[in-house]
């Protein structure tokens, strides 16, 4: 089974409009709503590779019953802490040329909701992956820090894919039970404390950086694909060029690439491959944590995998 958790859900709405004018009244042409945040995304589409995925995380008052009812709709497994106040709302509104976003920060939660939550996580007992993935909420007598590292600590897993803000990532990369990153080049950046210039400075990085050391590192490239530190070996992840039509949400989808990959116990080369063409097949797609099987099985084909 593979558990990931979404600690600050949100409805996400999509606004597409002509263009948008500060200070005057818009009426969109399109409305879209879905449940959303990093680990939704990520569990939705460990769910359309129909692999036994749990989503566990907070929601709280009617945007939260709106959050659950929207996974029921696509007959994601979840369990969540019901907690006060409301489950936040991000707006991104579209005019074809930009995307300007509204992201509200969530509701606080309690230190009594936060036990729940591990009380809960602990009687699972074992899990074979877990993902944690999204900002942190606002906690009431705990740091982000805290907070994650008691999740992981609460239930016993194989393999644990955090994908969390970099200031928190910095610090929970000192604990043995982080096996997996997956920045993107502004987040690797911002973990190590300088802008690298070139691809030979990163891997460089990847290579001689105790930050690193007996980690698993995804570091993706966006269209230029990504390189990978796995098992203390270096890859090179060439991917093809392929109609883009909303990259948002790519990252997400690579992690759950990632958590499949090991799941099912794939070789390195072949995991890197699917993670890279879950990608790739999110960007390929108008909705965000949104694959296509037949795509995936099209892309391994095109992408390259070289050892460095
Ligand atoms: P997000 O935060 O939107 O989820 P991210 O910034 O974490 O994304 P990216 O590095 O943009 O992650 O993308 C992850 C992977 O998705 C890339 O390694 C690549 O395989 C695929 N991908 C993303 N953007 C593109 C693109 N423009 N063309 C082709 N593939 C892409």
Do not use: W
Request: net charge negative.
């Amino acid at each position: 089974m593979i558990l990931v958790h979404s600690f600050n859900s949100s409805i996400d709405i999509t606004y597409q409009i002509d263009h948008l004018n500060i200070g005057q009244v818009h009426r969109p042409n399109t409305v879209i709503k879905n449940a959303g945040g990093k680990g939704i995304n990520v569990a939705k589409v460990l769910n359309q590779l129909k692999e036994n995925v749990l989503l566990m995380g907070y929601i709280a008052g009617n945007n939260g019953k709106t959050i659950k009812t929207k996974l029921e709709d696509i007959t994601l497994s979840n369990e969540f802490i019901e907690t006060d106040g409301e489950s936040r709302i991000c707006i991104a509104i579209n005019d074809g040329l930009h995307q300007t976003e509204i992201l509200e920060s969530g509701p606080l939660i309690k230190k009594v909701y936060q036990k729940e939550y591990i009380h809960k996580l602990k009687r699972k007992q074992h899990c074979n992956v877990q993902v944690i993935s999204g900002s942190t909420p606002i906690l009431e007598d705990a740091t982000p820090l805290e907070h994650t590292h008691t999740i992981l600590n609460s239930i016993e897993s194989n393999y644990n894919i955090v994908d969390v803000r970099a200031s928190e990532l910095q610090q929970l990369l000192q604990y043995d039970e982080v096996h997996c990153i997956k920045p993107n080049e502004t987040e690797f950046d911002e973990l190590i404390g300088f802008t690298c210039e070139h691809l030979e400075q990163r891997i460089d990085v990847l290579k001689h950086d105790p930050l690193f050391q007996n980690k698993d590192v995804f570091l993706t490239l966006g269209g230029n694909g990504a390189l990978i530190k796995r098992n203390n070996h270096l890859y090179r992840a060439h991917i093809p060029n392929m109609q883009i039509v909303n990259p948002v949400g790519s990252g997400d989808s690579t992690v759950a690439g990632i958590a499949y990959g090991i799941e099912n116990l794939f070789a390195d080369e072949m995991m890197i491959k699917f993670a890279m063409a879950c990608g790739i097949s999110n960007a390929m797609n108008e909705q965000t944590g949104y694959i296509s099987l037949s795509q995936i099985n099209e892309l391994i084909d095109k992408i390259k995998v070289e050892k460095i």
